[in-house]
């Protein structure tokens, strides 16, 4: 039997299976999975996993991140929370932690491999997926090169897909030294989001 969205939310939510995990990291936090999905989601957004703010507030990309990352789209707070037309579908639904020196540690496979394959099913059609970071790309294009080329190669997944480098501030270098980003690739992006959203 397929799980229903409410079935798979109502589950997700309680998810406890990295509790050890998370335990043993710098930040020796619990696990809160950050759950953003609905039925008739149109745009999916594909990122990597919460960040420390994003787990302390309970919102997908509820940071600068997720300012920088809405303004890309061209959507407003309310239409990017809006969980019946946006799925925010990360690597991992909880922060993962840091190490000992203060970075940001991967997402964990077993939330993938838990969540996925059941998630992706109920969600049913979706108009537009947004790829956001090289976790995503390896795993939703099977991304052989680094973020760079993938971005670079997005024309590649048109109509249904567009892959970006994470919102990050760290990114900010990498924005300066690639204006094609801006200049060329934006565009066509808050064009697809719009026409996704309709």
Known sequence: MTDTLDDLSTRLSGCRLCADRFAATATRHAPRPVVWFDRGARLLI???????KVHERGRPFDDPSGTRLR??????????????????VPMAFCFPGYDANG???PPPPLCRATWHDALFEALGEIRLRVYVGGYAHR??????????ETVRGWRDHLPDAIPLPHPSWRNTAWLKRNPWFADELLPVLRARVREAME
């Open 139 to 148: 795993y939703h294009l099977g991304a052989k090169t680094g973020v760079t």
């Open 46 to 52: 594909a990122g990597q996993a919460p960040g420390l």
């Open 103 to 105: 970075a940001d540690l």
């Open 71 to 88: 303004d890309w789209l061209g959507l407003s707070e309310a239409q990017f929370w809006d969980r019946s037309r946006i799925a925010i």
